[in-house]
């Protein structure tokens, strides 16, 4: 068993911005030689989170739609008082969201669906550099 780390480096236009990064963890794990095992993909940071949704506009749409439906952005949040920063709304989207994605391996490929597209989404209220871990263990 083997276990390879790569990192991608994306930046991001803040709050809202979503990239879709499948073709970027497909290359890495091309690159690892692995043929079967998994792949964690995994943001670093708290105001940003990985997840996995058809990536075509109407639902793009829809689920920036959802995150302000659940977590405002216009609302003050107690953390905007710890820093002055105003991004609480940021950090909460990203708690419930949460930081990572593992995805299994098999004969080389990804486990994904044709619709399934890995999503890096970025909650912060300004623009980011983001660093993105991805690690693959495997054989
Ligand atoms: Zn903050």
Do not use: C
């Not at 990192?7 to 990064?21: F, H, M, N, Y």
């Not at 399934?116 to 993105?132: G, M, S």
């Amino acid at each position: 068993m083997k276990i390879i780390h790569h990192k991608l480096t994306k930046k991001t236009k803040g709050s809202g911005d979503l990239i879709d990064i499948t073709q970027e963890i497909s290359h890495a794990l091309h690159k690892s030689g692995l043929k079967n095992g998994m792949v964690t993909v995994f943001n670093i940071g708290s105001t940003a989170a990985i997840t996995t949704f058809e990536f075509e506009p109407g639902l793009i749409h829809d689920i920036q739609e959802l995150y302000e439906k659940l977590v405002p952005s216009k609302k003050h949040y107690a953390h905007d008082e710890t820093w002055g920063d105003a991004n609480g709304f940021s950090h909460l989207r990203a708690a419930l969201q949460g930081p990572s994605l593992t995805i299994p391996f098999e004969n080389g490929e990804l486990l994904l669906g044709t619709w399934q597209q890995v999503v890096l989404a970025e909650f912060d209220n300004r623009p980011r550099q983001r660093q993105i871990v991805v690690q693959t263990i495997g054989e």
